[in-house]
């Protein structure tokens, strides 16, 4: 990860992206597509388990902050409730 901030503030982070895969894997995945189907080889979404982070939601009329922990309940399945909008 070429992110000063990345590798200043989410050192687990950095340390799993610069492990994951090959160079392809490296700069064409991204760790939002491997949240959205909760991948479960997905090396990067340990790190952002044990940060305590979080995923926003956006649709067109709302926005929410979901922890990262109720968002993904299991390999391959996240929360249905959470991709609803928000009132």
Same mark, same amino acid.
């Given at each position: 990860?070429?992110s000063p901030l990345v590798?200043?503030?989410?050192?687990? =982070?950095?340390?799993?992206?610069? %492990?994951?895969?090959?160079? %392809?894997? %490296?700069? %064409?995945?991204t760790i939002?597509? #491997? =949240?959205?189907?909760? &991948?479960?080889?997905?090396?990067?979404?340990?790190? =952002?388990?044990?940060?305590? &982070?979080?995923?926003? =939601?956006? &649709?067109? &009329?709302?926005?929410?902050?979901?922890?990262?922990?109720?968002?993904?309940?299991?390999?391959?399945?996240?929360?249905?409730?959470?991709? #609803?909008? #928000?009132?």
């Amino acid at each position: 990860i070429d992110s000063p901030l990345v590798r200043r503030w989410c050192v687990p =982070l950095a340390e799993s992206a610069a %492990q994951t895969g090959g160079p %392809q894997v %490296q700069n %064409q995945g991204t760790i939002g597509g #491997a =949240l959205a189907v909760a &991948s479960p080889t997905a090396d990067a979404l340990p790190a =952002l388990a044990v940060l305590d &982070s979080a995923v926003e =939601l956006r &649709s067109e &009329s709302a926005a929410r902050v979901v922890p990262y922990r109720e968002f993904i309940t299991g390999p391959g399945i996240t929360e249905p409730t959470h991709l #609803a909008d #928000a009132p």
